[in-house]
Structures are given as C-alpha cells and as structure tokens.
C-alpha cells in the first residue's frame, strides 16, 4: 500500500523587542547569566504584567506578512504547569483569542508552487533556561531568556514531505526576518520548531496517529527527523513492528533516532484561563493601518525591480534581497546618489567588507543609507578620492554622519582643485627623486607611479588623480 | 492577641497596612508559613502613595492565609482573639488607637466584616481606582485595596492619597476616574431584600440606618434583588481558580518555605506545599484547580464569569433607579475561635453578602454595622452618605 504524510508545524520565533513581553528588563541574547531579571520576570508576588507594545506591533506584522486575519480583540491567558524554568508556574499565553488566525504561506518545491494554510500566531512569553552543572552535579536556573517575546505559528497540517517543510521554514524565515519580525536564528534559539506527523494510506481522509518531536532547532535535523518517522510509521503500519501511539517524541540527532518521552513529561492539564491583570488588547483602525504601513515589500518583489527597472545583475540584486538591512540602505542611497550600480557595488563589496572585519551580518547593517547616498554623489563627482571614501565609510560604523560633505571638509578629504598647491607638491617630489625622473624620461612608465604615488600621499589623498597625472608629466617635460 | 506580623516605629500620621501589602523594611507573609520572612524587593503603591502623603507605615497586621478566610482566624501566626471571639487584626489597630486608619487588600470580605464588627467605617472603592501593584496577588480579578478608619473623614483622607493611575498595573483606570470628585445628596436606597437573613441583632443595624436615611429624606424602597445570591458560588469559583494559579509559585524553589524533607524536585514541590499552606488554602487550591481543569473549565469557570456579567448588568439596573444598595455585611455580631474551627467553610458562608461587590468591583461603604453598595465610581457619593449617618 502506498502512503501519505500529513505533517503539520508549530514555530517558535522570538520577536526582535528590545525588551521583554510584561517588563523593561532586555531582551537581548548573550548576557551574563541572570543578568536581565526583575522581580515581574523572575515570580517575585506583586508584580503585575504590562504588556509590551511592540510584541504585539510584531505579532500584528508577522501576521500580515503571512495573510492572517488579524483579530482586533485580542486577549492573553495563563497556561500552569510546574517546571523550575518558569518562575510563575504559570507560562502568559494566548489560549482563546489568538492575535492572528486563517493565513497562509506559498511554498515552491520540485513538484511545483503549492499554499500552506496557517492555522493561528499567537504572542507568548518564553521560559528560563536550565543550565547543568557536572561539577556540583546541580541544576541551575537561568531567568534572562525569560518573558522574552515569542509568536508560535502554528500551521494547518498541509505539509507532506520533508522537502515542503524545509521550504515553508525557508519561506517563513526570509518573510518574518524580512518584516524585521525576528532575526529567526535556528542556532541561537530564536526560531524553533515543533513537528506533529503521522500518515495514511493515500486518498484517505482519516488522519492516522500522530507523534510530536518538540524543540527541534536546525533544518538538517528537521529533515532527518521526519525522514525517520515516516519510516518509522510506514513500517509500523506495513510490518506491525509496532503499535503506534499518540505521543511526544525527542529526535536524537547524533544517534539519528526518536525516543518516547515519559509520559510523565508530555501529559498534563493545563488549566489555562483569561490573565485578569492584563485587560484585552484592542487593535483600532489607527494602529492597524501603522503597521500596514510598515510591511515592506516581498523579496522578489524587489528582486524583480532591482533587475529590471533598476538595471542591476541577477548576482548583485540576489546579494541585496538575502537581506532587508541591505535594502533599505540600497534603496535609500540610490535615492541620494541616482546610481544603482554604484550603490551595490558600495553595499555588496565596501559594507560587507567592513561587516566581515566585525564579524557581523548583513542584517546587521545599520548605516544610514542617505549617508551613505551622498558618499557615493561626493566620488563620482571627484570630491572625494575612493580611497578616502573608505575611511569615511569606516566612520559611518562608528556613528551616524548627517551631513558627509561637512564631514569630508572638516576632516580634510576633500579633493583639491588647487592646482598650485599640486604643482608645489609635484616639484617638490620631482626634485626628490631624480633617479625615477630619469626612468621616466627613458621609457619606464612604472617609474611616474612611483612619483605619482608619493604625490597622492603628501597631498592625503585629495586631489584629482586625473589633474595630478597631467601636472607630474607637465613638470618632467619641462626639465 | 496576635495584632501584629512585625510592629514599626510609630511617628505621627501612623497607619498599620495589613500582611498582604509589600513592604521592603518589614517582611510579608501573606499570613503563610509558605512566606514567613519574606522580604520583598520593592513596596506597594499603596504603601508609596502613604508615604507620599507623610503618613508613616507603623507596622504589618496579621492576615488570615492569602484573606481568604472570615476573620484572620487561618494565619500562621495564630488568630487575632480576645476571649475566643474573633477580631479582624488591622482593624483591632484602628481600634486600639495604634493606628488612624488601617489598609488592607480585600479578598473575600474579611476587612468589610472586621470593621462592621468593631463599629468602624470601611470603604472598598472601585476597583481599578487604587493600585494593585505590590500586593500579594490571591484573587486579582476582584481583590481590592481598601481603607478602615473611626469616622468617614480619615477614610476619605487616607482614600484620597491612594487612589490615583498607576502605570505598573495593567487594570488601574485612567487618572480623572480615580479621584474622588464632588457628589449629590442621595434620594434613593434600595434594601436588598435577598440578604436580610443575618440575627436580629444584625438586621437591627439595618433598620437603624434605614432610620437614618429615611430621617435625612431619603426614600428607602426593598428590593428583591435575588441575582445578588448568584454571587457567592460565582465569586468563590472565580477567587480559588485565580488563587490556585496565583500561589503555584510558592513552590520552595525561589523563596520562602522549603521542606527540608525531599530528594527530588517533585518532593521539593510537593513537600514543601504540604508542610507550608493552611487547611483553607489547600482546600480553595484544589478547588481551583478542579474549576479550570479542561473538563470543567466551561461547565464552571466560564459559568461563573458569565454569572459575574449577569450580576453586574443587573446592578447597573438597580443602580439606574437607586443611589446605594442597603446590606448586612455578614450574619451574626460575633465570631468564635471555635465557631470557625468547627466549620472551616464559615468565610465561604459569609461570603453571600460580600461577594457581590467583590465580583462586581463595585465600591462599598461599611458603617454603623451594614453595608452600603454604589455603582462604579460612586466612592464620592457613597462617602457623602455615610457622613449623613
Ligand atoms: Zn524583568
């Protein structure tokens, strides 16, 4: 008999706040242990949660970036269970009216474009996280991560292969990192992924027993994991190797195997019901509209104008697209500077370079793009020489330049069009070095690069390369 | 006599807050041995705003576990008693002259009892109209923090330094609904019909006051008001769930109580709440517990909240035709040690003529024994009133 897998994801992603979902502590990855903890986001009695703003400003993005209706009255609940990572024992939720429901996502694989339908997002806030010691054979708490603002996504069990669920992952991640929902890092724990599946023979309507790996957190991993237990039902069901059962599974990765977890873990009562601190969130046409406001376009919506009306390659508009960073600052400085090309080149070749350097990613770009327009319009119009264009761009890292023509004059990069202080610099250098003088005149075209470079470099880089090629050889010619 | 937790230094304008409300230079039990010692990192609002106001915080009063009981009598300190008869603590202070004015956070009508015992005025105001923030949370859909003092002026004083927005609590109304404005004479009073069925000695209050406001040229109309009975069951569904969920917390991991008796995390858990929580509290834990469970969740929790909008709607009628409801505040003139370790259930009881406005959020008045409701955001009027009496 052949059979079809039903599979069916719910992604975590933690959303891209400053600060946690009912506190001001930081939301930030990568402090010190317990460093952002208050009494509200450690289980302190007193603290009464307020809610954070822009999770729900996200959650509303995240939403409209995945063709949810997003619902205007929106409430949060609590979700009880004992467990020494959540300090209230009860985890804040949305279990009756979820920010988002009904969306959907389009996917394209080897076997051609296809919907997935996304069931709900719901706004939740995520639990500690325990470190063990071997040392002091201990268990110890870690609260920062605590209260960081998470949505779950949860889709419709539309997905059939492990092909289409690395897909709609692929497509979710480049739409929510898009929106500048989350930095969606599978390593780092901001996008994690549960997986319900099951299968049936094909053409059946009835759903057949479902298992549940939680926790999964790379694509690798996603695609050996479901591999594994759709071989794993498939035998079951064909063989009678075993009986399957509804339940939560662990995918080990190194040994390539699920296990059963005790049912112990898995089962549970969660008694959820309405937070009576937190009122309802209601969303009113005017906030509605702010966020429509800010939803960027897709992907390969600019893609496609990058290459077309634009004029740039395939290769460099790919390079931009990879990253919303990227592209806003593209779009910006070609709105300075009125070149495409140029404005790529700046962003895939010079930022990129100094993002390496700082060992940072493109998302992480945050120079501003009108600056750096106007670096450009200062080159092309030989203001600035590119090599002191790169010092400026190295200063844009450092901190916002508002005005750079100021910049570049205040700081001496401006390129001289005094050509008597050229002529005194040339004469200088001629007198200096005879030696390559006389090259010259006998036919070594490398001997004026030499003269040449020690021009450039008394006059700091700020002078007409063109204007100065002219004078050197004016001035040779007259000796 | 057990009056007080911790007592302070008393320097003038004292007020004794009771052992629900945090404070950073006296530990905060909740009347628990789960939290015997505790010492919060932050204070109250409430005990912020008292300062503000140059009132001085002369110390925590006993509670009874979380206040859910009748009248302090299930704190782990022991009761506060004189002769086995029952006194509510903070209001003993106000009684001793200790205090001007005691603040306490109502849960299930322990402070309104206290003062309608020992003869003090009492306000609960509208809830929303004073923060919550840094009381301990039991029931917080309703809980309220309020004001017991010996006449209507030093209630209104103390009133007026609390109440105010608060940004750190998500159910604090807006700034202009908080303060206590101007209020017309009452006209009109309904007597609540249903919840005449205290002693003589009770009702007796009642006629009196009625007396009074017929007196003042008030007309007093009896009500039948028996959607006023649905509160007790709803309210007390509604209080154990969010208790329940609101004292999971207590786990012995963090702070307070930990059983030296474990070996494993689910023994640290279990045996720590074992050793640590009080009869009443185990029992409206469980309670709670079985109200949300998935089977029951709608069958109950969600009935109750739809009993608590029947209650409000119908009020919102009374109150339409009505300035204020008259009401016993509970059955009987006394309460024993005895009585109440008999009957372990004797708050739940009780409860019939609190609950309403604890569901509801309504503002109350206690005076001369009884009980005066008001619509929400009536605390001026209802203040006004009492000073009539
Ligand atoms: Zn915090």
């Known amino acids: 008999m052949k059979y079809e897998t039903v599979i069916g994801l719910e992604v975590h992603v933690e959303l891209a706040t400053k600060s946690k979902i009912f506190c001001s502590c930081s939301a930030e990855f990568g402090a010190e242990q317990n460093d952002h903890v208050c009494p509200a986001c450690s289980g302190m009695p007193g603290m009464l949660p307020i809610v954070n703003k822009r999770v729900v400003d996200l959650g509303m993005t995240a939403g409209m970036m995945l063709n949810c209706d997003i619902n205007r009255v929106t409430t949060f609940d609590k979700k009880s269970y004992y467990y020494p990572d959540l300090p209230n024992a009860y985890q804040t939720t949305q279990w009756f009216s979820p920010i988002c429901v009904n969306g959907r996502v389009d996917i394209e694989t080897s076997k051609g474009p296809k919907s997935i339908r996304i069931k709900q997002i719901h706004m939740e806030e995520d639990a500690g996280k325990l470190v063990h010691d071997d040392w002091s054979d201990t268990t110890l708490v870690d609260f920062n991560r605590t209260s960081v603002p998470l949505i779950e996504i949860v889709s419709q069990p539309d997905i059939s292969s492990a092909e289409e669920a690395i897909a709609y992952l692929e497509r979710l991640r480049d739409l929510l990192r898009f929106a500048k929902v989350s930095d969606c890092r599978w390593e780092q724990g901001s996008m994690r992924c549960d997986v319900n599946l099951s299968i049936r023979p094909e053409g059946s309507d009835v759903l057949g027993v479902r298992t549940e790996m939680k926790n999964m957190n790379s694509l690798s991993a996603i695609t050996r ?255 | 006599m057990k009056v007080y937790i911790t007592k302070s230094e008393a320097t003038g304008k004292n007020i004794v807050v009771d052992d629900m409300i945090l404070t950073t230079d006296m530990p905060t039990t909740a009347g628990s041995k789960m939290l015997d010692g505790y010492m919060s990192l932050f204070e109250a609002q409430a005990v912020t705003a008292l300062k ?134 009452a006209k009109k009073v309904a007597v609540a019909k249903s919840l005449l069925t205290a002693d003589a000695d009770t009702l007796a209050k009642v006629e009196a006051v009625k007396a009074k406001l017929i007196a003042n040229g008030v007309e007093v109309v009896e009500i039948e008001a028996e959607q006023l009975l649905l509160a007790k069951s709803a309210w007390n569904i509604l209080m154990s769930a969010e208790l329940c969920n609101n004292v999971s917390k207590y786990d012995g991991v963090k702070y307070g109580y930990r059983t030296p008796n474990y070996t494993n995390i689910d023994e640290l858990y279990t045996n720590s709440r074992t050793e640590a929580f009080g009869y009443l509290t185990k029992s409206t834990v469980l309670f709670g517990s079985e109200t949300l469970s998935e089977a029951n969740y709608f069958k109950v929790y969600d009935k109750a909240q739809r009993i608590r909008r029947v209650i409000s709607e119908y009020l919102t009628a009374v109150f339409a035709e009505y300035d204020a409801i008259l009401a016993p505040v509970c059955s009987k003139t006394e309460y024993t040690v005895e009585e109440t370790a008999a009957n372990k259930y004797m708050a739940y009881e009780e409860s019939t003529y609190t609950a309403p406005s604890m569901i509801t959020g309504i503002p109350v008045v206690v005076t001369g024994g009884v009980q005066l409701m008001g619509a929400p955001l009536s605390d001026a009027a209802l203040l006004a009133m009492a000073e009539t009496l």
């Open chain 2, 52 to 185: 503000e106001n140059g009132y001085t915080i002369c110390g925590k009063a006993n509670t009874g576990e979380f206040n859910l009981d009748l009248l302090g009598e299930t704190s782990h300190f022991g009761p506060c008693e004189e002769n086995g008869v029952l006194k509510g603590a903070a209001a003993q202070t106000v009684k001793m002259g200790d205090a001007m004015a005691a603040v306490t956070l109502e849960v299930n009508g322990s402070s309104a009892r206290a003062a309608a015992l020992a003869g003090l005025v009492m306000m609960k105001p509208t809830y929303g109209t004073v923060s919550r923030f840094g009381t301990i949370p039991a029931a917080c859909s309703g809980e309220t923090v309020c004001v017991t003092a010996a006449d209507v002026d030093t209630v209104k004083e103390v009133l007026t330094a609390l109440k105010g927005h608060d940004d750190k609590d998500g159910t604090s109304l807006p700034q202009e609904k908080c303060v206590l404005g101007q209020a017309m004479p």
């Open chain 1, 225 to 479: 994991a479901i591999k594994y237990e759709v071989a794993r039902h498939t035998r079951a069901l064909e063989k009678g190797t075993e009986e399957l059962v509804q339940e939560t599974r662990r995918w080990d990765d190194n040994e390539g195997k699920s296990y059963a977890m005790r049912t112990k873990e898995t089962a549970g009562d969660y008694r959820y019901f309405p937070d009576p601190n937190i009122m309802p969130v209601v969303i009113d046409d005017e906030w509605f509209s702010r966020i429509e406001k800010t939803l960027p376009e897709l992907p390969e919506v600019k893609r496609e104008k990058y290459t077309g009306e634009m004029g740039l390659s395939e290769y460099d508009a790919d390079q931009l697209v990879s990253s919303r960073a990227l592209c806003d600052v593209f779009e910006d400085a070609v709105s300075v500077c009125g070149s495409a090309k140029e404005a790529a080149n700046w962003i895939i070749t010079d930022c990129m370079q100094v993002l390496n350097k700082k060992k940072m990613t493109a998302d992480m770009l945050d120079i501003n793009g009108t600056s750096l327009g106007q670096l450009i319009k200062l080159v092309s119009e030989d203001k600035v020489s590119r090599g002191n264009a790169k010092r400026i761009l190295a200063a844009m890292f450092e901190g916002e330049i508002a005005d750079v023509e100021a910049y570049a004059k205040e700081y001496g990069f401006i390129v001289s069009n005094d050509t008597s202080a050229i002529e005194n610099i040339v004469k200088e250098a001629i007198a200096a070095d005879p030696k390559s003088v006389a090259d010259f005149k006998a036919g070594k075209e490398k001997a004026l690069m030499a003269l040449f470079g020690k021009c450039m470099k008394q006059l700091k880089g700020n002078a007409n390369p063109q204007v100065l090629r002219e004078i050197l050889i004016a001035e040779i010619n007259k000796i």
